[in-house]
């Protein structure tokens, strides 16, 4: 079993930054689709984005492309999101998710499609 942390979160005003960081620990071997989802209070988890395991496919929801940036280094076995120019709209809980995948080249974007997920880490957006 793959235990996942998150963190990084935190309190920022608008138009600033946050990086938030996902470790897997346990056993990560084999290839592991990664993507990150929120959930804002009192609405559903959301997608937010997504890479494959050899990171050159990645997804992003409409509404955070341009702004947020998924990444991945497996030889730490840690993803990250980059947060930049941060809404009020984008305060939530912000959780990783994983799964494996037959191939480096497939990523995810339903929950469905995630086995595996973090206790997650809270981004609040001051206006």
């Known amino acids: 079993q793959v235990q996942l942390v998150e963190s990084g979160g935190g309190l920022v005003q608008a138009g600033g930054s946050l990086r938030l960081s996902c470790a897997a620990s346990?056993?990560?071997?084999?290839?592991?689709?990664m993507g990150w989802f929120r959930q804002a209070p009192g609405k559903e988890r959301d997608f937010v984005a997504a890479i494959s395991w050899g990171g050159g496919v990645t997804y992003y929801a409409d509404s955070v492309k341009g702004r947020f940036t998924i990444s991945r280094d497996n030889a730490k076995s840690t993803v990250a999101l980059q947060l930049n120019s941060l809404k009020p709209e984008d305060t939530a809980v912000y959780y990783c998710?994983?799964?494996?995948?037959?191939?480096?080249?497939?990523?995810?974007?339903?929950?469905?499609?995630?086995?595996?997920w973090g206790q997650g880490t809270r981004v609040t957006v001051s206006s």
């Open positions: 998710a994983q799964r494996r995948a037959p191939s480096g080249s497939y990523a995810y974007t339903a929950i469905r499609d995630y086995s595996n």
């Open positions: 346990g056993r990560t071997g084999g290839n592991y689709a």
